[in-house]
């Protein structure tokens, strides 16, 4: 018997509980990992709190990433002890997760975990933190260099937002972090080296069309009004990468951005990215987080603490990355 946390729905509020399940409960699947952390990622927010309609199917073990050993596997790519990290694939969505002692899921969805990784690390990083390096990825592949301006990331004390900022700061980048919470976290956002922050309700207006050119590039975490006003604010030939929503899925923009400015938008998703790019990306984050961000970014949590978190993560209350210790 092992720990897992388990949702289950009645009359549409779902409950999370941490239980005592077996490995016959567990999906099917070609590799049986001993799961040593998970982590809380916005979507693990909606999916525990109920929030967002993630979880179709209950009783659910959620948790969309874990890091840990393989116990037992019917592929020949992984062996009994590799240690191993799961991003995505709609685990803790549609097939159990991360948020329990042991996990039994497909070959195909797994990473090896780098040399210069261990299960802390990669769950640090998590899913936050290998999108955030997909999006930095997208601007340098559409030729944004440090010369050419400043660079916006917006929700920056989130988990996305604080990976981006640290690793567009080690690139070399100017960076300006957009918080609704600039009194509590901007120290915080400057030691991850932030040239400036601002306050969310500068972008959270209703823009015009076009505004002063200010970004050379974006990394949106947040849509709806901020992420319209930072499209508008673009410089010509700008990029900006989104991957996320917390402030809302809609963007009331223009074409006008884009067909006067050439601004292009790249979206960014993790969950479905191909093994060679998350290969790469997950390389490239480990060679670019500094110490300090491991220090100063990441907090660590139980199994226990994992439904209160997910109430804070959908509130907008936690900063930088939670760790959870299976
Ligand atoms: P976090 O909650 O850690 O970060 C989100 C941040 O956004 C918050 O810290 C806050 O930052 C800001 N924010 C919160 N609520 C609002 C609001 N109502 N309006 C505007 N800003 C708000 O989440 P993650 O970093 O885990 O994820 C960020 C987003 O990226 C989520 O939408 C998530 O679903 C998405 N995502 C997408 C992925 C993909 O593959 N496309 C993968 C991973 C995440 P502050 O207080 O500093 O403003």
Redesign the pocket.
């Known amino acids: 018997m092992f720990n897992a946390l388990v949702l289950t729905q009645e009359e549409k509020a779902t409950f999370a509980e941490v239980r005592q399940i077996q490995e016959s409960d567990l999906p099917d699947g070609e590799v049986l990992v001993r799961v040593a952390c998970s982590s809380?990622?916005?979507?693990d927010?909606?999916a525990v709190t109920g929030l967002g309609k993630i979880i179709r199917n209950f009783p659910m073990v959620p948790g969309i990433d874990f890091a840990g050993e393989v116990l037992e596997s019917s592929d020949k790519r992984y062996q009994t002890g590799d240690k191993v990290i799961l991003t995505?694939w709609g685990v803790g969505e549609n097939h159990w997760g991360g948020l329990a002692q042991k996990a039994r899921v497909k070959a195909d969805w797994l990473v090896p975990m780098p040399s210069s990784c261990d299960d802390q690390k990669a769950m640090k990083i998590g899913?936050?933190g290998?999108?955030?390096m997909?999006c930095v990825q997208a601007l340098q592949t559409a030729g944004l260099k440090p010369s050419d301006g400043d660079v916006l990331v917006?929700?920056?004390?989130?988990?996305?937002?604080?990976v981006a900022v640290t690793l567009l700061t080690q690139l070399g980048y100017s960076v300006v972090?957009?918080?609704?919470?600039v009194e509590q976290?901007g120290s915080y956002?400057k030691a991850l080296g932030a040239s400036s922050v601002i306050d969310?309700s500068e972008l959270?207006i209703d823009a015009r069309p076009l505004e002063k050119q200010r970004w050379a590039g974006v990394v949106d975490?947040?849509?709806?009004k901020?992420l319209a006003t930072a499209l508008a604010q673009m410089q010509y030939g700008g990029a900006a990468a989104i991957?996320?929503?917390?402030?809302?899925y809609a963007l009331p923009t223009t074409v006008m951005p884009f067909i006067l400015r050439g601004v292009s938008i790249l979206?960014?998703?993790?969950?479905s990215?191909p093994y060679e790019k998350r290969v790469a990306a997950w390389e490239q984050v480990l060679a670019l987080l500094p110490n300090r961000f491991y220090q100063e970014a990441c907090e660590s949590i139980t199994l226990e603490q994992v439904a209160e978190y997910a109430q804070k993560?959908?509130?907008?209350?936690?900063?930088?990355?939670v760790l959870v210790r299976l």
């Open positions: 809380i990622n916005y979507k927010g909606l995505g899913t936050a290998l999108t955030a997909l917006t929700g920056a004390s989130g988990g996305v937002g604080s972090a957009s918080s609704g919470r976290n956002l969310r959270e975490t947040v849509g709806n901020v991957c996320g929503l917390a402030g809302g979206g960014i998703d993790s969950v990215c993560i959908v509130k907008g209350k936690i900063t930088g990355r």
